[in-house]
């Protein structure tokens, strides 16, 4: 089935860009049906989407987040990415890469990757 | 923004028991409502999806209902392994989350 794995660096220092990739298995990154995201959670708390990437490399951005975040897709590796710049310590949280469901971007995540804690720290 | 609120924030209830978890929306998002289960250390599974659409594998005791401003997520008779954190989600424009309802055992 769908698996989906996160993984770079754990520990990013303040103001420096936050760098992580998702590798797609099991399934075609380049399916024209589904959307791919990237949500993350600071500790203890709850759940923010971060933003999504088509595999024709469409981004949609969170308003809240759009100036420091840039997705972009390589299908022939079957990856996205994820880049925020200008980290601080708020930034800090499991960070996880998921499946938009259905056919767009305005849509429910399944399955979901198992998460990577990026701590923001010098 | 859409904002969404869950409640209550700690929901102790016994096994065997009924729990019903709510979670409100700040303005209408129609059935585009999703409910997931995070159990500690692990990310969320997804158990409902158009307000009360259950996601491939879930069981039937789960069940979603609501429409509009107002949702709820019903277990029917709670097993040991359904004391999680329950979020909803709601994707009408762009993505918002809920902050969450624990579920824990009484």
């Known amino acids: 089935q769908l698996q989906l794995q996160e993984s770079g660096p754990g520990l990013v220092k303040p103001s420096e860009t936050l760098s992580l990739t998702c590798t797609v298995s099991g399934g075609s990154i380049s399916s024209t049906v589904y959307y791919w995201g990237w949500l993350r959670q600071p500790p203890g708390k709850g759940l923010e989407w971060i933003g999504t990437?088509?595999?024709?490399?469409?981004?949609y951005y969170n308003p809240s987040l759009k100036s420091r975040v840039s997705i972009s897709v390589d299908t022939s590796k079957s990856q996205f990415s994820l880049k925020l710049s200008s980290v601080t310590a708020a930034d800090t949280a499991v960070y996880y890469c998921?499946?938009?469901?259905?056919?767009?971007?305005?849509?429910?995540?399944?399955?979901w990757g198992q998460g990577t804690l990026v701590t923001v720290s010098s | 923004e859409i904002v969404m609120t869950q409640s209550p924030a700690t929901l102790s209830v016994s096994p065997g028991e009924r729990a019903t978890l709510s979670c409100r929306a700040s303005?209408?998002?129609?059935?585009?409502l999703a409910w997931y289960q995070q159990k500690p250390g692990q990310a969320p599974r997804l158990l409902i999806y158009?307000?009360?659409t259950r996601a491939t594998g879930i069981p039937a005791r789960f069940s979603g209902s609501g429409s509009g401003t107002e949702f709820t997520l019903t277990i029917s008779s709670l097993q040991s392994e359904d004391f999680a954190v329950y979020y909803c989600?709601?994707?009408?424009?762009?993505?918002?989350f809920g902050q969450g309802t624990r579920l824990e055992i009484k």
């Open positions: 989600q709601h994707y009408i424009n762009w993505i918002t």
């Open positions: 998921a499946r938009h469901s259905a056919g767009t971007v305005l849509a429910y995540f399944d399955p």
């Open positions: 990437v088509y595999y024709s490399g469409g981004t």
């Open positions: 303005q209408s998002v129609g059935s585009n």
């Open positions: 158009g307000a009360s």
